[in-house]
């Protein structure tokens, strides 16, 4: 079994930085892809951030030039730090990792969300 851990998430004002991390740990091989997803009120889930194990990075036209995202293969960590931030930044953000374990295909493994609120 796989677990991701989101952290970092909290109140910030518009203009404001945060910095999530989430972590994955359990039967890891190998992690291929992760990245960050959020989820509004009233809202699908929608593509923030993917970063390959090795590659370019993808980013959503509306986080383009604020948000970075980054991994630390060795800690099996995942982060985005998310600059110049804008009320509509507002949602749950959620950690996504495509882990193989060494039994059967790799898979997709969500985090639990961590809440980001913009708001002056």
């Known amino acids: 079994q796989v677990q991701l851990v989101e952290s970092g998430g909290g109140l910030v004002q518009p203009g404001g930085s945060l910095r999530l991390s989430c972590a994955a740990s359990g039967s890891i091989f190998i992690i291929n892809a992760m990245g960050w997803y959020r989820q509004a009120p009233g809202k699908q889930r929608e593509l923030v951030a993917t970063i390959p194990r090795g590659g370019r990075t993808n980013y959503a036209d509306s986080v383009k030039g604020r948000f970075t995202i980054s991994r630390d293969n060795a800690k099996n960590t995942v982060y985005l730090q998310m600059n110049s931030l804008k009320p509509e930044d507002t949602a749950v953000y959620y950690c996504?990792?495509?882990?193989?374990?060494?039994?059967?295909?790799?898979?997709?493994?969500w985090g639990q969300g961590t809440q980001v609120t913009v708001s002056s």
């Open positions: 996504n990792a495509d882990v193989y374990t060494g039994r059967g295909p790799s898979r997709d493994y």
